[in-house]
């Protein structure tokens, strides 16, 4: 105590800042509340805003990494764009056609030289060329062959060779028959008596002995001939893997056909491309074979028709539209609103009708790719469809856009349409007698098929397929002023697509179509050999995986 009285001053002083902090210390927190209080909302906002990003904040080094990110992702882009064009260059294969000047030298067929082509005659060795490559793929495929020249002698001789047999047959029944006549009475009560019936002495092997008589002009009788048919048609189904011939494909020109020097470019060309996508067809349905008969583990005499899981090759139609499928465009007549501007203001300007891809990708032509759309019509099981579906989009950049299933299918013949059947299957159609220089040769070929006792049904695929524009139109470098690799469409084909679609032409496609000639095409120049010719119209890129 005695201490406080003589520190009177000290302790005042301490009372009143402990006074002074308390006060403080009320009012702060009371200033706080209100504080706090005032800003929730705020703080509120700002944590929706916060939760909003959350990324990291944006800094030089963020947007480094970002560019970094983006540069490697065209780079791969690239690449892959890259390795598919070489793919392209190395699998679709530009035939060279030999000039006929006399010089022993040969020209790629593309790029396209009008100067070549006119002056070394090379239309109608292109069409040769062209059927060199079909008969090809048919060999590849191992095609049960039904030529009907071909068909027609082995139907005669093999009804001469039966009927041979019928009547070695007959002579021995009737030598039976005598011999029965000759025994005692009562040996004719033995079970073939029936035999000494007179109506039933016509009769040997089911047939009366009249319908088993040689006519006299053609040597063999209709029993014969029916079983001759059956014969053949049996051996014609196990002498191959499945029934294709030129019918089978889509050609552009005739096997005689010669195109005269002022046929259209884009002709030839839509004819090479129909040509590549075939073989890619082909080629699916040979892989699809092939690994059904790899895992049923048949033997090599077993790789046949009847137990292959694709009967017959009916139809492959190829789009001649090329580049841009005019066709697949339909016009949407209903205006359309912009439905963000909507969504703001309620209103919204109706849109112009614009044309829209009817197709299940809605793609079209466009200055990454051209597209060509194609049908494909089998006869097979339909428990086959994956296996042929999964080969058909493992080639390049091929897509199904739908399956069809069917007893008959529809085939466009340039203008008309017709509809085709099974002749001898399913249907009524080409079911019949098979006749010999009464009927026209392709009737008789269609009444030759053998598919076996499996159900099938014609299955119908639709697709497309795309070609790179840097392959089909070629590489510019703009830095060199020169072309990596030759663009091998002709620049008739550019006017076809500026006219069907102009937003698909590149920067270096519009120059085409103002230089005249194409601006610095090398056209590959050779001395002709023994050797294929149908390498490569470029430089043989490296070796790329397929993609």
């Known amino acids: 105590m005695n201490w406080i009285r003589n520190n009177k001053f000290l302790v005042g002083v301490a009372g009143a800042t402990l006074l002074l902090v308390v006060v403080a210390v009320t009012l702060g927190m009371s200033y706080g509340g209100t504080l ?34 983006s540069s490697a992702l065209v780079a791969a882009l690239g690449d892959v764009v890259g390795n598919n064009t070489a793919w392209n260059f190395r699998n679709y294969k530009v035939p060279y056609l030999p000039l006929t000047t006399g010089s022993g030298r040969e020209v790629a067929a593309f790029p396209y030289s009008a100067t070549y082509w006119a002056d070394g005659g090379l239309h109608y060795v292109f069409v040769q060329e062209y059927y060199k490559r079909i008969n090809a793929m048919l060999a590849r495929l191992h095609t049960v062959s039904l030529d009907p020249n071909a068909l027609e002698q082995e139907l005669v001789a093999e009804a001469v060779r039966i009927q041979r047999m019928i009547n070695l047959q007959v002579r021995a029944g009737k030598a039976r028959e005598a011999a029965r006549a000759d025994r005692p009475a009562e040996a004719t009560s033995s079970p073939e008596a029936d035999f000494e019936d007179p109506a039933a002495r016509d009769y040997i092997g089911g047939h009366r002995e009249g319908d088993l008589k040689a006519d ?42 010669a195109p005269g020097t002022n046929e259209d470019p884009s002709n030839l060309w839509a004819a090479m ?46 789009d001649g539209k090329f580049p841009v499928n005019e066709s697949a465009l339909v016009k949407i007549s209903t205006p359309v609103r912009d439905s963000f501007r909507s969504s703001l203001d309620g209103e919204g300007e109706p849109a112009e009708a614009v044309e829209k891809p009817k197709t299940l990708t809605g793609g079209m032509t466009c200055k990454e790719y051209d597209l060509i759309r194609y049908r494909v019509t089998l006869l097979m099981p339909t428990r086959s469809i994956p296996l042929v579906y999964k080969h058909l989009i493992g080639r390049n950049y091929h897509t199904v856009l739908n399956v069809r299933r069917g007893t008959q299918a529809k085939i466009s013949d340039g203008d008309n349409e017709k509809t085709v059947y099974v002749p001898g299957w399913g249907d009524d159609e080409g079911s019949g007698e098979v006749r010999i220089g009464a009927t026209r040769s392709s009737e008789m070929v269609d009444q030759m098929y053998y ?66 000639p194409d601006p610095k095409i090398k056209y590959t120049i050779r001395a002709r050999s023994s050797k294929s010719r149908t390498k490569p119209a470029a430089t043989k890129p490296k070796a790329n995986p397929k993609p």
């Open 451 to 516: 598919f076996g006792t499996e159900s099938l049904r014609l299955v119908t695929f639709e697709c497309e397929v795309k070609f790179l524009s840097g392959w089909t139109r070629g590489e510019w470098d703009e830095k060199t002023k020169t072309w990596t690799r030759p663009p091998l469409a002709p620049v008739e084909v550019l006017q076809k697509i500026q006219v069907a679609n102009p937003a698909a032409l590149r920067k270096i496609d519009i120059e085409r179509l103002k230089a005249t």
């Open 216 to 257: 006299e002009n053609t040597g063999y009788s209709k029993v014969a001939f029916d079983e001759a048919v059956n014969n053949i048609k049996f051996l014609k189904a196990t002498s191959g893997h499945l029934y294709a011939d030129l019918r089978s494909l889509y050609t552009v020109y005739a096997p005689t056909d």
């Open 273 to 318: 491309t129909s040509l590549w996508v075939q073989e890619d067809v082909v080629y699916a349905v040979q892989q699809a074979i092939k690994e059904e008969f790899t895992l049923r583990r048949l033997p090599k005499d077993a790789w046949n028709v009847l137990n292959s899981p694709i009967k017959k090759i009916v139809n492959i139609q190829v």
């Open 36 to 69: 706090k209080k005032a800003m929730a909302p705020r703080t509120k906002v700002l944590k929706k805003v916060d939760r909003l990003n959350r990324g990291p904040k944006e800094n030089r080094k963020t947007i480094k990494g970002k560019r970094d990110e």
